[in-house]
């Protein structure tokens, strides 16, 4: 069983939880929404999008990039959205399911976290506080397994515990691989991988 899947079925990435608490998944016009940083905005669009891949979210999702001067085509989500209507018709095996999350999650981790764009402009100032805090939020509202290996391989020389947090996170992803679908070890894996996310943002001085 893929990690990404299991990350992403049984709980929100942390920061996220607070927004849910305000905006529903489907509706980016309310004013709790639009009273959001950008960052809290972008990260709400695409988890809503993973969660519910309809032509709304897909669209509200369109509309924040243009904003902030993104080119990404989001048209290119349109075929995982049909694929998705597909297996549920043809009522396809997990492993169907998961091969196409696992694309999903790195279609929308094309998307940076509006986090690491504050993290370089921290790092040009000079700041390597607010450069490694920012970072590390970042790699918080990641979702596929190969963009949070990459971005802490790139921030492990300026943050010796982010190759700790490299190997711990292997090892997590070991550990999903070697697991049982049953509802004792979900909740186990969830326990391991909060653990993991609590870590990851305490900052090591």
């Known amino acids: 069983?893929?990690?990404?899947?299991?990350?992403?079925?049984?709980?929100?990435?942390?920061?996220?939880?607070i927004f849910w608490a305000h905006v529903k998944a489907n509706n980016a016009?309310?004013?709790?929404?639009?009273?959001?940083p950008s960052k809290d905005k972008l990260a709400v669009l695409k988890e809503c999008l993973l969660n519910n891949p309809t032509e709304g979210n897909l669209q509200n999702l369109a509309n924040f990039l243009k904003e902030i001067k993104s080119d990404l085509d989001v048209q290119s989500y349109k075929p995982m959205m049909e694929r998705q209507l597909?297996?549920?018709?043809?009522?396809?095996?997990?492993?169907?399911?998961?091969?196409?999350?696992?694309?999903?999650?790195?279609?929308?981790?094309?998307?940076?976290?509006?986090?690491?764009?504050?993290?370089?402009?921290?790092?040009i100032a000079g700041n390597s506080e607010s450069y490694i805090i920012r970072s590390l939020e970042g790699i918080s509202?990641?979702?596929?397994?190969n963009a949070i290996e990459s971005?802490?391989?790139q921030l492990e020389p300026d943050y010796p515990k982010a190759g700790?947090?490299?190997?711990?996170?292997?090892?997590?992803?070991?550990?999903?691989?070697?697991?049982?679908?049953?509802?004792?070890?979900?909740?186990?894996l969830r326990k391991k991988r909060d653990a993991w996310v609590e870590d990851l943002l305490t900052v090591e001085k």
């Open 1 to 17: 069983m893929n990690w990404t899947v299991i990350v992403t079925l049984l709980f929100v990435l942390l920061f996220a939880r």
């Open 29 to 36: 016009q309310t004013e709790a929404f639009k009273s959001l």
């Open 86 to 123: 597909a297996l549920a018709d043809k009522k396809e095996s997990l492993a169907e399911w998961d091969k196409l999350y696992m694309e999903q999650c790195a279609w929308v981790d094309q998307i940076r976290p509006l986090e690491f764009k504050e993290a370089e402009e921290a790092k």
């Open 141 to 145: 509202r990641l979702y596929s397994d």
């Open 151 to 153: 971005a802490l391989k």
């Open 164 to 188: 700790k947090l490299l190997l711990s996170y292997t090892q997590l992803v070991e550990t999903c691989t070697e697991s049982g679908a049953d509802d004792k070890s979900l909740e186990a």
